[in-house]
């Protein structure tokens, strides 16, 4: 058994991209060196901006001979089929076994490949890895053909056993595996020779390597954190900064500094957009949450101790903060003086899209739609307008042209600063939201209104021009839009039909096929809350009211999860599966009243007694959105149903009691379908 | 911000250590290009030559006009006029990021000192039909470069690969000598004789290119010389290889890019008299690149291009 060590080590990798490459080289080793039959015992992964680490322990030399049978012709085929059949197999014909089917005896081979070495078997994963990975966006360099995210310099592949150590014979587009490495660019740029995956780990850890991505995200939060605390701040939590600064470094080291006086007047959004955006840096807040200071991730120490680094960044900071202070002062000024009126004026010159009109024209209709939705989520109409009209005016701001993703927050300053009241400076911001899965949602009713007219009358506008959606491509992140919706309705508890909403829309848009797309992005945030996909699907385009939708979805998930639930839906499918097989023998459907008078079976009676008892109370609890207590209700002729199908023959000879019978499982039908399409339910 | 020892004293010192620089690198040093270009890529030396299959090592400085970015010479990183230094060498050397950090150091940047990094940033020229991948270089935070392997120009996807350093000269002369403002950079050595700033230079034009720029060019001229300078691109290329007079194969590949450029500026002067709408700018973009494209179709065809003449 040999411990395999594999290293591709190249140019800088994209930060953002790092993660997924290990996981796709992961992968596709492993399913490479699997499909030849090749184990191993544990595997590890490690990713910097310059490489993509894999390690795989307890390889054997040898893959697993692999044994196939292969069917030949019949004993009866003529000769020449038999010779092809052992040419082929590589066999002679005292070798093949015969075995007899209906349809004759036939001659089969049985193939034993012999195991393969392990050191081809990865070079060949290897090759297939390297050419075929799923770089988001791969290059060529030099006067090669092979394709990488940047120049790939070099490879390790080695396999280990103890003290002894032997590469892996590979070579790609002149690229030889090798035992050897670089460190740190900077700071450890030497050759390096490694055994193993011990001996490359230690190396590298002393050559100003941290291999381990998460390792360096944990070392640049705790050394931030630390610096910070010493100094009277603490850090901000921004995972996502946090991990692409610790793609960015093999060897991060943290410096902090200070925001001057003088800018500390910005809003603190525009001070953290700013930073990361342009400089990759943390932002750190004193005790009363205001941002005093910023940390710096560096690749490197340095004998000054980042005296040189932390002034060089100053510098830039203190050019791209003064140009914020310069935004952010002009447009207070003119919102002050003009209110938001100038930018709303100047919107109506801005395209919006060639075919859904200017900026100002979306603005005029979300006002609109604002009116009309304001009733009925209990926000006043007037107030809902007012904000609609104001909401979305920071977008000609100057300080919203250099930072887009600052658009809603920077509204909200403005707005207060032209004199509008907190409620409705703050639709502003909140009107965008639900920005991602896990945002909070707008709870306040005139936000509501603004945020669902807003997702409204992009999705209608959209589809009446006919641009959906169409696989990864959602440039105007219309999934978004109506996963929103659905959240906005679901977690304020809306009653309100799509269709009607899609109605108020744009005209022209294809409301049930809208209504479809909203109803799919509900299924997919269904999915994620665990319930089970079939029950979603039996529920499908069954309403366009999401609320109650989901009320009945989640009753029925928890009704299925109960032994009367489960046996309830073997017997209702029972019944319908009977029926429809009855129904197109007979080509009549049986829906009359069943006649109690025909019924001479015990189990007949009772459960024409139980679905009586269950309807008078299901009825009523369904009709007042109760479906706990309608489903317990049905779930209570649970027993007379098995027993029904126990006791009683359907199928009676006389046609008369046969028909009565399968009328008593029409009711269960009738019943049934105003829980859901029970035939779509799996199991 | 850097060793006092070996601090560059002036714009130009970081000029000529680049040019000693590269030239040791053994790039050929050319001169600027004799035409108004938005970036030193639009140089035939980088736009044509990165394309075919000839070996090619170039470095130039390339004064470029970006003429909305124009402050009268009052933003401290504004200008309507700069230089870029290019380096274009085909096909892209292993070492190519060694000898790139070798060129910081020439100009007073010491590595032990400093924090540099290479930061995903993708390289797409609309107007050349161009693309590559690279990074822009940060130093301690400040963006110094511009580091490119390109894929494709002129719509032909590069083979070999040449690579693209662009330095920003202004910005990183500001940064190397410690000046706030581009104006008050010392242009020659501070202790010269006639001691010039970048301002002595430069403020004066800057003022009257802004106003030229802003309000004075005569957009029913430009947009004339706009179609001319279209027509006249396709009528060269368009022109039979033979030449009548001498017989020779001359493919008029370079004139008709100059004209391709000229309509590229004039593009961009019109975009900053403001006369040209967000639809239209599209259209106007896709037309240049449709030149650029005919221009690297044509540049294929010759000897400079790869092309090899069959034996007579």
Known sequence: MADLLIELFSEEIPARMQKNALADLTRMMSEGMANAGLTYGDKSGFVTPRRLVLMMSDVPAMSMPKTEERKGPRVDAPEKALEGFLRGAGLTKDQLKTRDDPKGAFYVATMTAPGRSANDIIAEALEKTIRNFPWPKSMRWGDGDLKWVRPLHSIIAVMSDGEESEIVPFEIAGIKASNTTHGHRFLAPDEITVHNAEDYMAKLAKANVILDPIARADHIRNEATNAAFAIGLSLIEDEKLLNENAGLVEYPVVYLGEIEEQFRTLPAEVLQTSMAEHQKFLSLKNADGQITGYVIVANRSTKDNGAMIKAGNAKVLRARLSDAVFFWENDLRNVERHGVEPWLEKLSNVTFHNKLGTQGERIDRIVELSREIAPMVGASPDDAATAAKIAKADLASEMVYEFPELQGVMGTYYAKAAGHSNAIANVCTTHYAPLGPSDDVPTEPTAIAVSLADKFDILTGFWAIDEKPTGSKDPFALRRSALGIVRIILENDLRISLADMIGKGHEGANSSDLTRFIIDRLNVYLRDQNIRHDVIGALKNDSDDLALLVKRVKALDAFLKTDDGTNMQAGIKRALNILSAEEKKDGVSFELDPDPKLMKHDAEIALQNALDKAEATAIPALKSENFEEAMSAIGQARSAVDTFFTDVIVNDDNAIIRRNRLCILNRIRVLSVQICDFSELEG | ?312
């Open chain 2, 1 to 312: 911000m850097t060793d006092k020892t070996n601090t560059p004293k002036s714009f130009q010192d970081i000029i000529l250590r680049l040019q000693n620089y590269w030239a040791e690198k053994g790039c050929a040093i050319l001169q600027p290009y004799d035409m108004e270009v938005g970036a030193g890529t639009f140089h035939p030396a980088t736009t044509l030559r990165s394309l075919g299959s000839n070996p090619w090592a170039a470095a130039y400085v390339q004064p470029s006009r970006r003429p909305t970015d124009g402050r009268y010479g009052e933003n401290p990183n504004r200008l309507q006029h700069y230089y870029q230094y290019q380096v274009i060498i085909k096909p892209s050397p292993p070492d190519l990021q060694a000898l790139y950090l070798g060129s910081l150091e020439a100009i007073g940047i010491d590595m032990e000192l400093h924090d540099i990094r290479f930061v995903e940033d993708d390289w797409e020229s609309p107007t050349l039909g161009a693309w590559g991948l690279g990074w822009e270089v940060w130093c301690d935070g400040m963006e110094v470069s511009q580091f490119t392997y390109f894929q494709q120009v002129g719509g032909h996807d590069c083979h070999p690969v040449s690579g693209e350093l662009t330095y920003g000269l202004e910005r990183l002369a500001m940064y190397v000598l410690g000046v706030d403002h581009v104006m008050d950079m010392p242009f020659n050595a501070p202790d010269a004789l006639i001691p010039l700033s970048y301002g002595d230079v430069f403020k004066q034009t800057e003022e009257e290119y802004a106003r030229y720029n802003f309000d004075a060019a005569n957009t029913d001229i430009l947009l004339k010389h706009f179609e001319e300078a279209e027509a006249e691109c396709k009528a060269l290329l368009s022109l039979e290889a033979g030449d009548p007079k001498t017989g020779k194969r001359i493919i008029l590949a370079h004139p008709a890019y100059d004209q391709c450029i000229k309509a590229s500026h004039i593009f961009n002067l019109l975009d900053a008299r403001g006369v040209i709408s967000v639809t239209e700018r599209q259209a106007y973009i896709g037309r240049v690149r449709a030149l650029a494209k005919q221009c690297a179709d044509a540049f294929i065809q010759t000897r400079a291009g790869g092309y090899v003449e069959a034996a007579e």
